[in-house]
């Protein structure tokens, strides 16, 4: 386990792959750790540095007192690879994730040389739907939101098989602190301007079934950056790499291999 010390807060991070290879970090969606990517980094390319991490409040990383402006989270990220001396990364980030891809890529491109925005958008929701979802799990804890976040996350045909039950599990033992503290992140995150300005290579994945984030606000998200691919994995929800693992890793290979160039 690694520990990155950073301005204000410790991240837990995993690296895998070649150390000297072209590095691609992975940020994971709200309520879920870097296990997010178990399934598909044995099925990627070699010849890269994988890099996962933890957000604040989430895995192994610290859990500091929410709410998390999303600034705080994209400097995280920043921080992260900063403290690893990491340059020409390809960000893949899955639904908060994603919202992360897109203000680091407005903040700091020179970092980067590729994004991909899998299962995001560039506003997600609406505020007043975060607050009643946070004010839901300061009242009830995050259990009680459990069964209808796992309808808008997971395909019906998933729903029912054995590994299901351990991604209900990985949201519910999530800390609550760090799950309203993303929650807040996202209500007050609209990135239409920002993430329109930006000229990086930019993939978008979507999943068929994605209750959290439709295919249609995936596609408009990638369209708004001049040059973007867009990719539709049907049969899957909200996390297409936990359902459809050989299909997102093939369709993120191919994207590593243009990039990199």
């Given at each position: 386990m690694k520990i990155a010390e950073l301005d204000g807060i410790r991240l837990h991070y995993r690296e895998d792959g070649d150390p000297g290879g072209v590095p691609v970090v992975f940020g994971n969606s709200l309520g879920t750790d870097l296990r997010l990517w178990d399934q598909v980094l044995p099925?990627?390319?070699a010849g890269f540095r994988y890099i996962r991490y933890d957000k604040r409040g989430h895995g192994l990383s610290q859990c500091t007192k929410p709410p998390y402006p999303m600034g705080t989270l994209v400097?995280?990220?920043e921080m992260l690879i900063d403290h690893l001396e990491l340059t020409g990364v390809i960000f893949v980030g899955l639904s908060i994730g994603?919202?992360?891809a897109q203000g680091l890529a407005a903040k700091r491109p020179e970092l980067l040389r590729g994004i991909v925005l899998s299962n995001?958008?560039?506003?997600?929701?609406?505020?007043?739907?975060?607050d009643e979802r946070i004010a839901g799990?300061?009242?009830d804890g995050i259990e009680a939101l459990a069964d209808a976040t796992m309808q808008r996350w997971f395909s019906e045909t998933f729903r029912q098989t054995p590994?299901?039950?351990?991604?209900r599990n990985m949201l519910v033992r999530q800390p609550q602190d760090g799950y309203v503290g993303c929650s807040a992140a996202i209500a007050g995150t609209d990135f239409y301007t920002t993430t329109a300005a930006i000229t990086l290579p930019t993939l978008g994945i979507a999943g068929s079934e994605d209750g959290s984030t439709p295919p249609d606000l995936v596609r408009e998200t990638a369209?708004?950056?001049a040059g973007s691919k867009f990719k539709l994995i049907r049969g899957a929800g909200h996390l297409p790499c936990v359902e459809k693992p050989e299909e997102y890793a093939a369709i993120l290979s191919e994207?590593?291999?243009?990039?990199?160039?």
């Open positions: 099925l990627l390319p400097r995280d990220a994603g919202l992360i995001t958008g560039a506003k997600i929701g609406t505020r007043e739907m975060w799990v300061e009242a590994p299901f039950l351990a991604w369209d708004l950056i994207f590593l291999h243009e990039v990199r160039g």
